[in-house]
């Protein structure tokens, strides 16, 4: 599997990365994501949420950046697993455990 990064250093949002990451994102994320939804529920008009929207974008991927540089072999590991996995979390606990074990959840 390749790196969850590109050359420049900005992470590829895979379906692997997102689901390894996904704890991480619920908590640091959190309150971009219910803006987001609350004005989705508020008004249906896509148009009306791009900005709550790009909010949540810009928190996934600056907290998939600081991840990467915090703790880049075990979140590779745990990755390169749900990855070979299809996104199968009961079959990469162990790395599951040494990822969140380097980079604990906040």
């Known amino acids: 599997m390749a790196s969850p990064v590109d050359s420049g250093g900005q992470p590829i949002p895979t379906s692997s990365v997102l689901m390894a990451s996904s704890k991480h994102i619920g908590m640091r994320c959190h309150s971009e994501n219910v803006d987001f939804l609350k004005c989705k529920k508020k008004d249906p008009n896509p148009e009306k949420c791009l900005d709550k929207g790009r909010e949540v974008t810009r928190c996934v991927l600056g907290l998939l950046k600081d991840l990467h540089q ?37």
């Open 70 to 106: 915090r703790c880049t072999k075990e979140m590779d590991d745990y990755v390169g697993c749900m990855y070979y996995y299809t996104n199968e979390f009961d079959l990469c606990r162990k790395e599951q455990a040494a990822f969140e074990k380097a980079c604990p959840l906040e």
